[in-house]
Structures are given as C-alpha cells and as structure tokens.
C-alpha cells in the first residue's frame, strides 16, 4: 500500500493544480482522493464487481443528482425549514387549528381573499372560468381578480390540494413564501454581500419572519414581494458587473406577473437600487477619475437595464395590461379627489421604536406605523456599518441614502401616496416597507461580515445608543402616555435584554471568529425572538381585527355548496339567484351563485353605482342583496332566492326547504324561493331606452320606476330638453302626515339635508306618521350623504299625544348593510301607522323619508309582456352565451350583463358593436324578426398582453442563449457548477469504493 502524502504535500500539490488552471474534469479528478491511497484490499471476485457497480463519470444516476444538489443547496434547505417551522410553532402557539380552533383567515384573508381562491380553483377544475365569474355585483371579468390577488405560483398549492382542506392549503401557501423569500435572501447574501452560508442563514430567518411579513400574512398576496426582491437586485447588480440579464429578466417578470400591485412598488424601488448600484455600490466600475471608456460602460449599463425592464414587463403583459383595464374599470377612481397636501405621518422616535422593539405590533388600520422590525441584532448592527472601516464610503453613502429615500416616502404622505399608485391605503398602510427592512438587514449582513474590522468599543456604544434610545422611549411611555402598544416588560425590557446578550455575543465573535458555534447559538435566541415577536403580533392582530375559528367555515361554505348543488340539480338552466343571509360579502363566490353580493378592490364603479340606484345594499366598493323589491329582481334575472327568516316578498314561491350548517356548526333551515317573474338574461325593450343616460340615487323607487317604465315604452320625453315628462308608477308616493315629532332631538339645516342633534335626557327618538293609501306592499328608503346609525321601530297606530305605542323593533338603518330599501309588507287601506327612528349617536343626518306602495297589478300586467321576447338560450358556458330572440319595432335588445370592454356580440354570425343602457347595461341593437346572437368575453387586452408575452418570453430566450455562449462571467458559472458536480461524484464514488473493499 502506498504512504499517504502528508498535510504540507498535499496544499503543494493543490496549489501546483491550482496555478496550472486545468480543464474542470481534472480538477474535479484532482480534487478526489488518488486509487492509491485507498486502503488495499484483497483482489477478487467481490472487488471487481465493487468495481462494476460504480458508473463512469459521464454516466449520472438521478439519485447521484439528487445527492449532489442536497449537498450544493443545504444550506438553503435550513432556510427554507427554519421560518417554515418557526412560524408554523407560533401558530401553534397562538391556537391554530390542529392546536387550537382558530385559522388563518383574517381581515381580508377573511372577507375576501378565501373566496376568491374558491373562485380559481373551481374554475381550475372546471366549475367556472378564469376570465369571468357570475358571483360578483351581476357578473364581470374575472382576469383581473386573478392578477391582482391570485397570480402567485404559490397559489397553485391551493389549487391543487383538495378544496375540504382549503384553510390548512393557505396556512401551506403562506409558509411556503416565507421559506422561500428566507432562501432568495440567503442567496442574494452569499452572492452578492459574500456572507458565508451560516451566517446568510442568520440573516435570512430574519429576513422572512421580519414585522412586515409575519403581519402581512392576512394578505398573502404581497409577501411575493419578499420572495422576489432579492433576485431583483442581485439581478441589477449581475446587470452592471458582467451583462447577465435573464438573473434580472425572470425575476422582475415573475413578481410583476404574480401582483401588479407590488410588482409596482418594487419597480419603483428597483430603478433606485439600479441608480445606487451603478454609481456606488459596483466594485467592477470606476466611479472616480473615470475615462471614456468608463462612460461608455455607464452607458451600456443604462442601455442593457431598459432594455431588459421592459422585455420582462412584456413577459408578464398577458396580466398587467387586463389588470390595468381591469382597475380603470373603478378602483383608480376609487379616491375621487385624492388629497395632496404635505403632512408627516408619524415622528423619527415612533419610526425606530419599530425597529429597536420587539413585539412592537401597532396596527393595520390606516394610522398605523410602517412595519420595519426585523430582528434587534438588525439594529444593533446597523450603526457598526457605518463605522466599519472594510466597507467603502461610496458603498455606506450609497446604501445610507437608500434606506433615507424610503423613510423620506414613508414618513411624507404626498411621497408615500405615489408609492400606493396615488391613494391612500384604507387599511394596511405602508405596503412597501419591507423593502426598507431588506435595505438595513443588509446594511447588517454587511457589518457582520466584516466584524473583525469593528472596533469593540463601536459594539458597545451602539448598544448604548439602543439602551439610552429605549429609555427615552420607556419615559415618554411613562410621562405622557406614548407608545401605548409597547407593553414595559414584554417588549422594552426584553428588548434591553436581548440587545445586551447580542452585544455579548458580538464582542465574542469579533474576538474570536467561531465558525460554527457562536453562529448556532445566535440562531437559536435570534429564533426564539422572531418566533415571540410572530405569537406577539398574531395575538395583537387577533386583538384588533379578529382572526375566525375555523368552524365558521367549513361547515358553513360546504352546507352552501351541497344547497347551491341541489338547486342545479332542480334547475339545470342559465339564471341568477342569491341569498339573504351573509357570513362576508363573498360567499356568492364559495357558494357558485350567480348573484349580486361581491366585495373586490378591482371594480366596477358603472354597475355599482346602479345596483345602489335600485336600492340594494351598497358602499363604495361592494355590494350585497339587501333591499330588494319584485321589480328589480325580476329586471336583473334573480330568478331563486335562499332564506332562512322569512324574509322575501310574499309573491315568491317555495322550491324546497334544507337544513344547513351556521358558523356555529348548528343547523338552520333554509328555504329556496322562485321568483315568478324573473327575465331571462336578455330581453327586448323600447329603443327609448337608448336615451336614459344613467339612473339617480337619490330615490330608488323612482329610479326602479323610470327604468322598467322605459323598457316597457311607457316613458315620455319633452322633444326639445329631452326630459322625462312623464313615466309609469309601480310605486306610488305615501304623503308623510304631518312634521315629524322629535324627542329630545333638535334640527337645524346641513346643506340640503337636516342634522339631528341629540340633545336633553332620555330617548332620542323621530316619530314619522303615515296613513296607508292602499294594501298594496309598503316600502321605504330614506336618503342620507352620512350615515349615522339609528334603529328604526314600527307601530301600526298613531297617538294624537305624540306618545309611541306598540312599537317592535324593526331594523337597524344607515350605517354598513342597512343601508338599503325595507319591506313593511301590505296594510289595510286607511291603516295609520308610524316609524320611530332612534338616535344611537350624536347625531343622525338624512334628507328625505320616502315611503311607497307597490302596484303588484300594474308590475305583473308589464312583465307579462316583457316575458314574451325573452332571449331564449340555446347554449352556454360561464364566458359565452348564444340563444334566439325575437325583435319588434323600435325595440333593442337589454341584457342585464354589466357593460364592461371585452365582449364580443355577434347577430346571425355577424359581428355589431354593442351599446350601454341605463349607463350600466349591454344592449344590443336588433332589426324587426328572429335573430340567433351570441356573445362571447375574453378580458381587455389579453390578446394584446399574449402577443407581448410571447415576444418577451422569445427576446428571454435569446438574450439567455447569447449569453451561455458569450458572457464571460456566465460560462464561468457555468463552468463553475459542472466543476463542483463532478468534483463532488467523483468524492462520493471514491468513498463508496473505499467501503466496498
């Protein structure tokens, strides 16, 4: 057996093969141990098959490259696993279900979001379309949902695991993203700031678990933003040194793909990280006594960056141009007149008690503070940064402005409005902070790598500086009430503590470069913080906006679903229906109704501003079926109605009566109505229709009036104004008997409403009297600019003394859902009775009470007709209609499918050009006779966004070949990664050898 070579030959030898270059399947052969050095072993039979077994080095088995990529990329395995079950034991902690009955829907997660991954994993597996969903405020596209809420690849975890898991799907998705924005950090450090694996991984538990992510977990959407950013910037920085550009190109389209909303913050932020890295943080430019040559480079820096910003964003075109169109629909206007003016938001000292605090949770609400903590060893490093001496001035200067750049947008509200598009968030301000938490964690990570350049004395003044700024904290708590959020010992105190053992720890390090041990320890307390600050800050969300018990779903969403089913199987034809009862606005999408009540940011402002014209339940953004009347049902098509209390119009009939789950997991009875008189999705009306331009809300009975008086034919209008002169009532007025009485109330004028101040002891209460004209159907609405709620009683009499008698509560009015029309049912004619309205607050504003009956004879005589030239549908899916209808004169055909840009209407194969009716319907104009038309949607701009996807993805493609064959620093990676693999086989077969002998 030959003599092993000893420790001093062989670094020899390594540093001859070193300097002679060789080829990088010798240096992978060098690198392994010679055949000679193996211990020998008796030749035979048995060694020679040893020998047979172990494949040539060209030959690699999937389970040697399982092996080889494990031992490559397990450091970033740590990173994925470390958050992932760290956050999953705060969760647990917090009472997540297995451990608790709590689940992860919160806030928005809650009331909108679960229902939309409903919506995309049915139409996935075929219940529906990703272009256009009939669940939402009557139907609408569904493209752009997808794009602002739903486009993340993670979004394929819920998609593809089984809908009765869906909660326990999110709660994966979530942890999913967490992981892997912890693993594109650690990347960007060891790549870019050359941090040595164990101590990326430090780095990046932070990175992932940091305030904004752990907080933003109810709005799992932009936590891609955490996944992509690194890549971003590394990107730009391969950019600049060597021209790679598919590492910028497949990044910046991935994010601006997965959501358009922070896709356009981190643009934003991006076009700054390019400007800092060009003109300071390169190490490859000259960035003083520059020559035209170093000009150039500049240039062609400049040039390669617009060039591959804009093939990424043509790659991600087929959804940011739907989606674009998609929020021009509503959502850009959604702030008519956004306010400008300059104001600060918050002060230096609440800003950075964010970050030097533990369990610094503050709230989501609009006055919240940004959340920038993303762990104390952060801030304890962030002042040796700029007294390190390793570091370079341009590169502290550089990264320095970076980190004022964005506390400048944060802390002045015209700055911070640009970054939210020019709005102001309603809720969860500051969407953008993370960016600035990954700036100083890696002005951090820069400081640590350099540690041993730090002087000791800088360790223990920035702990000081910590200390004494926590003080100051913990006396303006004390003196004047300040920093309420921040409990003394559970996140000052603990903070002082934490800040001192890391300053402990740092001075060791510094003195002694533990490779291993210190680093471990490090990780397990910077472990135990983040997973304290995460329990933290799920109870404090809990506390504030309330995270549901998983009960209130499952049952509840199934027991809907197996009703909605039912009804299908009664009723296999195309209609509307919806419900009376709510658990959120969405629950049309989770049920598969096709309805009204819908809740999105990505709006339709035509087709919300006339449902709210006819009376249902509306604010701002969503709508919801409340308020209805016969005729505005059978108009818009609601064709079946679920209820639980008995509350539709007595014209309906019973289907079929089912007992289902509530949030409680007790059983309710829920009863199917049909409504009789419900219109096919199209039908023929009078062209006059054509003429009104939208409808008023200022009385829905009159709008409900004009509207279905038109379509008929029966609305009249002055030749020269073009007024209507005159229209049929299916409501007719009920004259108010007298002023109103007010109980310890006083009026006064607020513009051309009246403000009811509360005033005195007692009840605040407004008796308004009414005699009934008729016993057709009461109904009222009153009108109001403020809402204030007030709780409405009934009596069916009136008392000369001004006393109320008898009354029964009625309803709650004004604010939120009870907006909206009430039913008060039929009276006798002659019949007094009275409305009580009771002040519950200061004070209370409307402008009218309007009081109607409803003419049941004359609706029904109408109806009929219109019931005659009904679109009768001959074939349908949730993105195409066709079906036959019949045309008389002077007649155009009224769909109640909202008018929005992306239908295409063909009549008899021919294609015409649709028109709004009513300034939020299709209608299509029809010649006299039987006419077979079609109507068929695909988004806005999708074709335009497919054709530049496919040009972005072929430049892609292009620029990624030229490069494997001509960039220098792309054929060394890659060079680089075949050396390492083949190096590692060879170990790994040699070993396996050794043990065979």
């Not at 938490?437 to 500086?465: C, E, H, Q, W």
């Not at 007595?650 to 829920?670: G, P, T």
Request: aromatic share 14%.
């Amino acid at each position: 057996m030959a003599s092993k070579p000893s420790k001093a030959k062989r670094k020899q030898l390594a540093a001859k093969q070193a300097a002679s270059r060789p080829e990088p399947q010798a240096q992978a052969a060098a690198a392994a141990p010679l055949p000679e050095q193996a211990p020998a072993e008796k030749p035979g039979k048995a060694a020679a098959k040893t020998e047979a077994k172990l494949p040539p080095l060209g030959k690699i088995t999937p389970f040697e490259r399982l092996q080889c990529w494990c031992a490559r990329n397990y450091i970033y395995i740590l990173a994925f696993f470390i958050p992932v079950a760290l956050t999953y034991l705060a969760y647990a902690l917090f009472g997540m279900y297995p451990f608790g009955p709590e689940s992860v829907l919160c806030l928005d997660l809650n009331g909108q979001y679960v229902y939309y991954f409903e919506a995309i994993r049915d139409a996935f597996w075929g219940d529906g379309s990703i272009f256009y969903n009939w669940s939402r405020n009557l139907s609408g596209e569904f493209f752009g949902i997808i794009g602002y809420y739903l486009a993340s690849p993670f979004t394929l975890i819920v998609i593809l695991l089984p809908r009765t898991m869906i909660l326990g799907s999110l709660l994966i998705m979530q942890l999913c993203k967490l992981g892997t924005a912890a693993v594109t950090f650690c990347y960007f450090l060891q790549k870019s700031r050359k941090l040595k694996p164990l101590h990326a991984l430090l780095f990046s538990m932070m990175y992932a678990m940091m305030a904004y992510a752990i907080t933003q977990l109810i709005d799992p959407m932009w936590l891609d933003g955490l996944v992509f950013l690194p890549l971003i910037c590394l990107g730009v920085e391969y950019l600049i040194d060597d021209g790679r550009k598919i590492n910028y190109i497949i990044p910046l389209a991935l994010m601006c793909f997965a959501n358009f909303y922070i896709g356009f913050m981190i643009c934003i932020f991006t076009a700054l990280y390019f400007a800092y890295y060009l003109f300071a943080g390169s190490d490859k430019l000259k960035h003083f006594h520059m020559k035209s040559k170093d000009l150039k480079a500049y240039g062609y820096s400049i040039l390669r960056m617009f060039m591959c910003t804009v093939v990424a964003l043509m790659c991600a075109a087929v959804l940011m141009l739907p989606v674009y169109n998609a929020l021009a629909l509503g959502k850009f206007d959604f702030t008519a007149n956004p306010d400008y003016s300059f104001a600060l938001q918050f002060t230096p000292i609440d800003f950075f008690a964010q970050i030097a605090s533990v369990a610094q949770y503050n709230s989501v609400n609009v006055q919240g503070m940004p959340e920038i903590y993303c762990g104390l060893i952060t801030a304890l490093l962030l002042p040796l940064f700029f007294l390190n001496s390793k570091i370079e001035l341009r590169k502290k200067i550089g990264m320095g402005l970076l980190a004022a750049a964005l506390f400048t947008s944060m802390y002045i509200r015209p700055v911070d409005m640009m970054w939210h598009g020019g709005q102001m968030p309603n809720w969860l301000p500051f969407r953008y902070s993370f960016i600035f938490s990954f700036v100083i964690l890696t002005m951090a990570a820069m400081a640590f790598r350099n540690l041993k350049d730090i002087k000791p004395a800088a360790i223990y003044g920035s702990f000081f500086i910590w200390f004494m700024f926590l003080m100051l904290v913990l006396y303006e708590k004390n003196k004047h009430g300040e920093f309420d959020y921040l409990d003394t010992k559970g996140a000052i105190w603990v903070s002082v503590a934490l800040f001192a053992v890391y300053a402990l720890l740092l001075f060791i390090q510094q003195k002694t470069s533990s490779k291993k041990v210190l680093p471990i320890l490090m990780m397990l307390l910077i472990g135990g913080e983040l997973t304290y600050n995460a329990l933290d800050t799920m109870k404090a969300t809990d506390k504030e906006v309330a995270y549901s018990e998983r009960r209130t779903y499952i049952a509840y969403i199934q027991s809907g679903r197996d009703i909605t089913q039912r009804l299908k199987e009664y009723d296999s034809s195309f209609y509307r229906a919806d419900k009376t009862y709510h658990r959120t606005v969405n629950d049309d999408l989770a049920f598969g109704l096709r309805g009204i009540t819908h809740s999105s940011s990505v709006m339709n402002t035509r087709i919300i501003k006339f449902i709210e014209a006819m009376g249902y339940t509306c604010h701002s953004y969503y709508t919801k079926y409340n308020g209805a009347t016969p005729l505005s049902d059978s108009l818009l098509g609601i064709k079946y109605v679920m209820d639980q209390s008995d509350s539709v119009d007595e014209s309906y009939q019973e289907v079929f009566s089912q007992m289902c789950k509530k949030q409680d997991l007790k059983e309710q009875l829920v009863t199917v109505y049909e409504n009789p008189n419900a219109l096919s999705i199209g039908y023929m009306a009078s062209n006059t229709a054509r003429r009104i331009t939208g409808l008023g809300n200022d009385n829905p009975f009159n709008s409900q009036n004009v509207m279905m008086s038109t379509i008929c034919g029966s609305t009249t209008f002055d030749p020269t104004t073009g007024a209507i002169t005159g229209n049929t009532e299916y409501f007719y007025p009920i004259p108010q008997e007298g002023e109103p009485i007010l109980n310890n109330l006083t009026a006064r004028p607020y513009g051309v409403q009246t403000c009811y101040d509360v005033s005195g002891e007692g009840d605040h209460t407004i008796d308004l009297k009414f005699k009934a004209l008729s016993d057709d159907p009461i109904y009222f609405f009153f009108k109001t600019e403020n809402q204030r709620q007030v709780n409405l009683w009934y009596s069916p009499f009136w008392n000369k003394d001004g006393e109320f008698l008898d009354g029964e509560f009625l309803t709650y009015y004004f604010e939120g859902d009870d907006y909206r029309i009430v039913s008060l049912g039929s009276l006798p004619a002659g019949q007094e009775f009275t409305i009580r309205m009771t002040v519950t607050k200061e004070y209370t504003i409307f402008q009218n009470a309007f009081f109607y009956h409803f003419n049941q004879a004359q609706f029904e005589a109408d109806i009929a007709k219109l019931k005659q030239q009904q679109w009768e549908l001959t074939d349908y899916s949730e993105r195409r209609l066709e079906g036959t209808i019949t045309a008389g004169e002077n007649q155009i055909m009224m769909t109640s499918i909202p008018y929005e840009p992306g239908w295409t209407v063909k009549v008899d194969g021919k294609k015409v050009e649709p028109v709004v009716l009513f300034n939020a319907m299709i209608g299509v104009p029809l010649s006299p006779g039987t006419h077979e038309v079609e109507m068929s949607f695909l988004p806005n701009g999708f074709v335009q966004g497919f054709g530049l996807m496919l040009l972005g993805i072929a430049a892609t493609i292009g620029l990624g070949c030229y490069d494997r064959k001509h960039n220098k620093a792309m054929l060394a990676a890659i060079a680089e990664h075949q050396q390492a693999r083949e190096a590692f086989l060879t170990k790994r077969r040699a070993k396996r050898k050794v043990k065979a002998k």
